[in-house]
């Protein structure tokens, strides 16, 4: 069963970028990469997804190695708001499910 | 447009009480979802449907059952409540098969005592 490797917690300090790394090593050819965040006492946010190239939406930036066996997930300039759990996820099957980890908690000071 | 709603917010069950949490989308999406979290952990998908009439189970479906008669509904049923499912429970949805984004409610907080 393929799985997503994240860092437990992590800490930033405001305005600085953020990079967040995810390991996928078994991840296969043509499964997708999510991001998802979850803000405090809030369900899950889709913040961006790829395959194999780069991707940039007005959130984050997805940095996601030749090999695809990890990516990384760009926080440009990291704000108090930012401040959540960050997972890497894998889509299981034609139906779209959601398959989480535990995810990187994202501290951020001022 | 109001997205993902989901009733009630909180709850307390006494063990073996049978209750259902409601969830509704206004945004004609055809797959819906209901996932639960456990304190300290990512989300395990219970039941999942990809229109009205089709559900399908998910990783931690026992305990639990679902029904889709509408578009807009995915209501989650616990009959005979435990204190393992309690839990914050979120719906989502999503719009076809081509759009990955799942847009999740504000979650149910359930505590079976």
């Known amino acids: 069963d393929a799985k997503t490797t994240q860092p437990n917690s992590m800490e930033s300090n405001e305005e600085e970028p953020v990079h967040l790394p995810c390991n996928h090593s078994?991840?296969?050819?043509?499964?997708?990469i999510h991001w998802y965040r979850q803000l405090p006492s809030q369900g899950p946010e889709y913040v961006i997804h790829g395959l194999t190239s780069n991707v940039n939406n007005r959130m984050a930036s997805l940095a996601i190695a030749e090999d695809r066996k990890s990516s990384t997930l760009i926080l440009h300039r990291a704000t108090l708001r930012d401040a959540a759990v960050y997972y890497c996820i894998r889509v299981g099957g034609s139906q779209g499910n959601l398959i989480f980890g535990k995810g990187t908690k994202l501290s951020v000071k001022p | 447009n109001a997205g993902v709603t989901q009733t009630p917010k909180f709850r307390i069950l006494k063990i073996g009480q049978s209750m259902t949490l409601q969830c509704t989308q206004d945004m004609n999406h055809n797959y819906m979802y209901w996932y639960r979290q456990d304190p300290g952990m990512g989300l395990k998908l219970i039941y999942y449907s990809v229109g009205a009439g089709i559900t399908d189970k998910g990783e931690v479906p026992n305990g639990y059952n679902v029904s889709r008669s509408t578009t807009e509904d995915f209501p989650l049923r616990l009959e005979l409540a435990a204190p393992s499912q309690t839990s914050v429970y979120f719906c989502?949805?999503?719009?076809?098969?081509?759009?990955?984004?799942?847009?999740f409610g504000p979650g149910t907080r359930l505590t079976v005592t």
């Open positions: 078994t991840i296969s050819g043509t499964d997708y």
């Open positions: 989502a949805s999503r719009g076809t098969p081509r759009t990955y984004e799942q847009y």
